[in-house]
């Protein structure tokens, strides 16, 4: 007897893509610990010595100082091709 071969509807396709794409996106952002929020781009992250990260909004609710601040930049930070005239 044959195997019944699986069809994938295009949109059910579609969705599982979308799915798999914006999850793979979403472990490797940074996310303020207490709040849960995606930084905006141009905003200072702080983290701490327990190696928890906390946005500027976030950062007046913690009474120790952070170990570093640094800035949150575009995806192209140093991956951008640029033109240069001679």
């Known amino acids: ?29 940074d996310r303020c610990a207490d709040c849960g929020r995606t930084p905006l781009i ?3 992250l702080h983290r701490y010595a ?17 170990v570093e601040s640094e800035r949150v930049r575009h995806s192209e930070a140093g991956l951008a091709v640029r033109v240069q005239r001679l």
């Open 1 to 29: 007897m044959p195997r019944a071969v699986a069809t994938i509807d295009e949109q059910d396709l579609e969705r599982a893509l979308l799915r798999k794409s914006v999850g793979s996106l979403a472990g490797r952002r």
């Open 42 to 44: 141009g905003e200072t």
């Open 50 to 66: 327990g190696g928890s990260t906390v946005c500027e909004l976030c950062r007046p609710l913690r009474r120790g100082e952070p």
